[in-house]
């Protein structure tokens, strides 16, 4: 029996993109210095790490298909933040957007680190971009790291 998984600490083959919102500015800045420090604590270069600002969450997902479109680019971390207002408009953004980003990511058959913070208060994501609960930032570029190296491997095996 062949066990695969991406813990290993393989190098990188190829670039990898960060989609970062503007939006909520604190927030997304937080996570996505966690995020560039983890991509670079996992061995990959900083130059083939490739940052793109987008206005907010809803722009995600069309910098992500653009990345995603470049044979350079092995996985994209995407990070955002949106926090519930006096309307359901967060609602609708979270589900649009998350379900985008799925599809590229399947569509082109690369991996993506979901970084979209969708919470209650500022307090909320506060705490989840570096506060009491951890860094998503550093959690969605983790995850990306482990899901490109399990790619690699099981190509290398297939």
């Given at each position: 029996?062949?066990?695969?998984?991406?813990?290993?600490?393989?190098?990188?083959?190829?670039?990898?993109?960060?989609?970062?919102?503007?939006?909520?500015?604190?927030?997304?800045?937080?996570?996505?210095?966690?995020?560039?420090?983890?991509?670079?604590?996992?061995?990959?270069?900083?130059?083939?790490?490739?940052?793109?600002?987008?206005?907010?969450?809803?722009?995600?997902?069309?910098?992500?298909d653009w990345w995603m479109r470049s044979a350079r680019v092995?996985?994209?971390?995407?990070?955002?933040?949106?926090?519930?207002?006096?309307?359901?408009?967060?609602?609708?953004?979270?589900?649009?957007?998350?379900?985008?980003?799925?599809?590229?990511?399947?569509?082109?058959?690369?991996?993506?680190?979901?970084?979209?913070?969708?919470?209650?208060?500022?307090?909320?994501?506060?705490?989840?971009?570096?506060?009491?609960?951890?860094?998503?930032?550093?959690?969605?570029?983790e995850a990306l790291v482990e899901m490109i190296r399990l790619?690699?491997?099981?190509?290398?095996?297939?």
């Amino acid at each position: 029996m062949k066990t695969f998984d991406g813990l290993s600490p393989t190098p990188i083959d190829g670039s990898v993109a960060v989609v970062a919102s503007r939006y909520n500015a604190s927030i997304c800045d937080s996570m996505l210095e966690a995020a560039i420090a983890t991509l670079r604590e996992s061995g990959l270069d900083p130059q083939r790490i490739l940052v793109t600002r987008v206005p907010g969450a809803w722009e995600l997902c069309s910098a992500t298909d653009w990345w995603m479109r470049s044979a350079r680019v092995v996985g994209v971390v995407t990070l955002g933040c949106v926090i519930r207002g006096e309307t359901t408009h967060d609602q609708h953004i979270n589900r649009v957007v998350s379900d985008s980003l799925m599809a590229l990511s399947l569509e082109y058959d690369l991996p993506l680190g979901f970084g979209l913070l969708t919470c209650n208060t500022v307090e909320q994501a506060i705490q989840r971009s570096g506060g009491s609960v951890g860094n998503k930032g550093h959690e969605a570029a983790e995850a990306l790291v482990e899901m490109i190296r399990l790619k690699q491997a099981m190509l290398v095996q297939a």
